[in-house]
Nanobody, 115 residues
Framework: QVHLVESGGGLVQPGGSLTLSCEASRSIFSPNTMAWYRQPPGKQRELVASITYGGSTNYANSVKGRFTISRDNAKNTVYLQMNSLKPEDTAVYLC?????????WGQGTQVTVSS
């Protein structure tokens, strides 16, 4: 069973780039708006970006112009391309439906931005 499986995180220097992937079970992925969230250390989870099934996107102000969300509907996978990373982007990144999130979240993928 797949549910939500995030990958692609790691340690990167400020200004660097990473691409995250999230494979979801089809029942979660289709035909829903999917989103990336993040939870910085000691803080609450926050919405980073979302994408409708048709490809319309929205971003948090803090990442606009630096992050790009995309999806491959044939692969039930959503991506997050992150450029110009900053230390404040350090967090566990998770994906889920934008609305009525699936109750069992994945483990997420850790992104650490540090020199």
């Amino acid at each position: 069973q797949v549910h939500l499986v995030e990958s692609g995180g790691g340690l990167v220097q400020p200004g660097g780039s990473l691409t995250l992937s999230c494979e979801a079970s089809r029942s979660i992925f289709s035909p829903n708006t999917m989103a990336w969230y993040r939870q910085p250390p000691g803080k609450q989870r926050e919405l980073v970006a979302s994408i409708t099934y048709g490809g319309s996107t929205n971003y948090a102000n803090s990442v606009k112009g630096r992050f790009t969300i995309s999806r491959d509907n044939a692969k039930n996978t959503v991506y997050l391309q992150m450029n110009s990373l900053k230390p404040e982007d350090t967090a566990v990144y998770l994906c889920n439906k934008r609305y009525d999130p699936f109750g069992s979240w994945g483990q997420g993928t850790q992104v650490t931005v540090s020199s």
